[in-house]
């Protein structure tokens, strides 16, 4: 695993600087807790930042679970024990026979929402002959991951099947999934997902994700509806170190 090292929190406007794999990282401070919809268009209007996405979210986590300024711990007893940590990704559970060229296929797909349209764009259905399958069996496209009900698994994991699970990936990165089981891991919590059975439903079903500290269990939690204003979307800063 790469060294992370969180940096002194920067005062004024605040943000909190991480060091990771010869990058810095710099997460604005507050985050916004709002709808899914109204937290990143917020987050959009601002210049300075951008939605905190993938990676970015599992240094948040790290962060939160092992920084010693109080503003970490003020993250993590808000933004992931009491409420959560959103997403800038929806999700559209699809079952089997909906997909064109392979009914029995089924499956999520993770799309980007940097904007935060959440449920309030229709419901999309992959055409799957525009996307490319990588070597780990998931199909991308420049803003969306369709994940294979085989490729993913929803439940409890240990850090290593939670690192290599295709819903994690899509919405975390693969260095994301492994940072953020670790951090579950080191803490004594148990990774887990959780989303949409897509054998109990006739029809596809959108929901945004959060990740959410459950006592026990530190995961993301795919089968949210957007409009709590409980929880919280992060920004990052919008140039790059």
Request: proline letters at 5%; hydrophobic letters at 35%; zero cysteines.
């Amino acid at each position: 695993m790469k060294e992370i090292e969180l940096l002194p929190v920067e005062r004024g406007r605040t943000w909190l600087p991480i060091s990771y794999n010869g990058s810095t990282t710099r997460i604005f401070f507050p985050p916004v807790q709002e709808t899914h919809q109204e937290a990143f268009a917020a987050i959009g209007d601002d210049k300075e930042l951008t939605p905190a996405q993938g990676l970015d979210l599992a240094l948040i986590a790290h962060g939160a679970y092992n920084g010693k300024d109080s503003i970490w711990e003020y993250i993590k007893q808000n933004a992931f024990f009491n409420h959560n940590t959103r997403s800038p990704t929806v999700n559209t559970w699809i079952p089997k026979g909906k997909i064109e060229g392979d009914d029995s296929l089924s499956g999520v797909l993770v799309q980007k929402d940097l904007n935060g349209k959440g449920l309030t764009s229709k419901v999309n259905i992959p055409d799957l002959a525009k996307f490319k399958q990588n070597a780990s069996g998931l199909y991308v496209s420049q803003d969306s991951i369709f994940v294979p009900s085989y490729k993913y698994k929803l439940g409890e994991h240990t850090a290593e099947s939670f690192s290599k699970d295709g819903f994690t990936i899509a919405t975390l990165t693969p260095e994301g999934a492994e940072l953020f089981a670790k951090t579950a891991v080191d803490t004594g919590k148990t990774p887990h997902t959780l989303g949409i059975d897509i054998n109990t439903i006739a029809n596809p079903e959108k929901r945004v994700s959060v990740f959410k500290d459950s006592t026990w269990s530190l995961g993301l939690v795919g089968y949210y509806y957007d409009n709590s204003r409980f929880d919280f979307a992060f920004a990052v800063s919008a140039s790059k170190n």
